[in-house]
């Protein structure tokens, strides 16, 4: 019922920038929290940035002051702003949202774009 669409992703040299975007869709009666994970070759997923409803943000210590994230609850979208990116930074990025579906909520995850950053 609920599918959440990633875009952003791509090819980058060290120091540049993207802005990853992931739009939920479908039968939604509201979004606690989204946020973004990554998992590179050979490693467990680990979390990037959450945003909760009503703002509040936690970063994991490796992006913080390059990453920013942020959220637009009249679209449903969640935006991650990446900056001075660096090769370790390249990984497969997945949204995530935790959404109220009726009386019940539900963790749903992106299909994951993939972003790489050369030397």
């Known amino acids: 019922q609920v599918q959440l669409v990633e875009s952003g992703g791509g090819l980058v040299q060290a120091?540049?920038?993207?802005?990853?975007?992931?739009a939920a869709s479908g039968t939604i009666f509201s979004i606690n929290a989204m946020g973004w994970y990554r998992q590179a070759p050979g490693k467990q997923r680990e979390l990037v940035a959450i945003i909760t409803g009503g703002g509040s943000t936690n970063y994991a210590?490796?992006?913080?002051?390059?990453?920013?994230?942020?959220?637009d609850n009249a679209k449903n979208t969640v935006y991650l702003q990446m900056n001075s990116l660096k090769p370790e930074d390249t990984a497969v990025y997945y949204c995530n949202a935790d959404v109220v579906v009726g009386i019940?909520?539900?963790?749903y995850w992106g299909q994951?774009?993939?972003?790489?950053?050369?030397?």
């Open 112 to 119: 994951g774009t993939q972003v790489t950053v050369s030397s």
């Open 15 to 22: 120091g540049g920038s993207l802005r990853l975007s992931c």
């Open 61 to 71: 210590d490796s992006v913080k002051g390059r990453f920013t994230i942020s959220r």
């Open 104 to 107: 019940y909520g539900y963790d």
